[in-house]
């Protein structure tokens, strides 16, 4: 169990903790300045105002020094990021195809069949070696909490084995056998359906935590996709849903009426979508946010590598946000329509393209992409909140917008385990 470890120095600390010690009222990132943060045994035991620390500190130890003490130096902290989307199992690049769609060709779905065919044919030791150098690149990169999916095996034994090497790493692991249908299946999707709510499901469900399908022109048709996340379901997994990447669907309302913890990508949206993504936070109880509305709807998961990376419009997270939905953001870090694995530049891009605030975007990329994998010990820094903190080489979060692809990441505590 790691030690104690006070931060002082903070010029400006991000608790998104409303309402906790040096907070204004009605912020829902509960900044504070002049800031200290206390870190025992893997867990935050206090963050607020310097003037208040010696107290609170010496209480919060029962008079203990802490171990270590590091002063901040006037930059700034925040909670680590919580990338709640990513298909980090995988073998191959398709490069290749990146530079064709810079060159023109539009982005499909079925480029997922390039990277299924290099996954199958890897080791074990190859997959788990790509996956612990893209997990070491999002921690540097100051990523504490990261959700894993399978989907590039789509045979029993493949996605068996991408969900089982996903879990030696993260318990936020995701079922996506029916993220297309593969070669072998063509023109047979309704069997492949079959067999993945069935002996796939079986074979993977010991080792993951959510349930996931591609509901999308060219891989999974509404009806297909409701089969897939009712099996999983019955099976105890959580849901969640690729919706609306490529054109308008029907994939956010089902996902909202299956009560799904996400639905990812949102790029095409109706006014009855937004609608429905916004009713789903509307009954009584308190949201982490400090405003009104219940505490398990379903998070818009916006993905700006995606468009980014492949030309196509960026979501309007203005109209989510203005009607009352709640947003959080994440990589897509996969092979194919968003090979990054930085959150501080989905945080930029959030906020340049997607006409998003600093704050707002902070806040979907700690505390939303908490609220996506409903964790309430991750992206917030409060007492009792796990020790994810990451240190900026920066006096501001807002440096993480306006200086796009610097490498701002300063320190990173994980569990209060430093990384590197």
Same mark, same amino acid.
Request: aromatic content about 4%; some cysteine.
């Given at each position: ?24 009222d009605g912020d829902p990132t509960g900044l504070v300045t002049d800031a200290v943060v206390l870190l025992d045994g893997g867990r935050v035991a206090w963050a607020g105002p310097a003037r208040e620390a010696r107290d609170a500190v010496g209480h919060a ?19 680590? !990021? ?15 195809? !990146? ?44 990523? /504490? ?9 789509? /045979? ?18 995701? !079922? ?27 074979? #993977? ?22 089969? %897939? ?26 996902? %909202? ?8 990508? #949102?790029?095409?949206? /109706? ?34 590598? %995606? ?38 530049? #989905? ?74």
């Open positions: 169990m790691p030690g104690s470890t006070l931060v002082t120095g903070i010029g400006e600390l991000t608790t998104n903790a409303p309402g906790g010690p040096g907070t204004r130890l029962d008079g203990r020094e802490p171990d270590v003490t590091v002063d901040a130096g006037g930059r700034a902290v925040l909670p680590g !990021f919580v990338d709640s989307h990513t298909h980090l199992v995988f073998a191959g690049d398709r490069a290749a195809e !990146f530079e064709a769609r810079m060159a023109g060709r539009p982005y499909e779905a079925g480029g997922i069949r390039s990277t299924v065919a290099a996954t199958r044919a890897a080791s074990d030791d190859v997959l788990r070696a790509g996956l612990a150098r893209h997990l070491d690149e999002a921690a540097r990169q100051g990523t /504490t909490t990261v959700e894993v999916k399978g989907g590039y095996g789509l /045979t029993v034994a493949d996605e068996e084995r991408s969900v089982r090497l996903a879990r030696e790493v993260t318990p936020e692991v995701t !079922f996506l056998g029916a993220h297309v249908v593969p070669v072998e299946y063509a023109g047979r999707a309704d069997a492949y359906v079959d067999l993945v709510c069935g002996e796939m499901l079986a074979m #993977c469900a010991p080792h993951a935590r959510w349930v996931d399908v591609f509901c999308e022109t060219g891989a999974f048709t509404p009806e297909q996709s409701r089969r %897939v996340l009712e099996a999983g379901a019955a099976a105890g997994l959580g849901v969640r849903v690729h919706a609306n990447q490529l054109a308008p669907g029907d994939g956010v309302r089902l996902a %909202v009426g299956l009560g799904a913890a996400a639905v990812d990508h #949102c790029t095409y949206l /109706t006014d009855d979508d937004v609608a429905a993504l916004a009713g789903s936070w509307t009954d009584s109880g308190t949201r982490p946010d400090g405003t009104s509305g219940a505490v398990a709807g379903t998070v818009a998961t916006l993905l700006p590598g %995606v468009e980014f990376s492949t030309r196509q419009p960026y979501p309007d997270a203005r109209r989510l946000l203005d009607a009352g939905a709640v947003v959080a953001l994440a990589s897509d870090c996969n092979p194919g329509s968003s090979y990054t694995s930085s959150m501080p530049l #989905c945080v930029a891009l959030a906020v340049r393209e997607m006409r998003m605030t600093v704050a707002e975007a902070v806040w979907s990329a700690t505390a939303g992409g908490a609220l996506a994998l409903r964790r309430d010990d991750v992206g917030h820094l409060a007492p009792g909140a796990r020790a994810d903190v990451v240190l900026l080489d920066a006096p501001s979060r807002t440096h993480l917008a306006y200086r796009p692809g610097v490498p701002l990441i300063a320190k990173t505590w994980r569990s209060g385990h430093p990384h590197p």
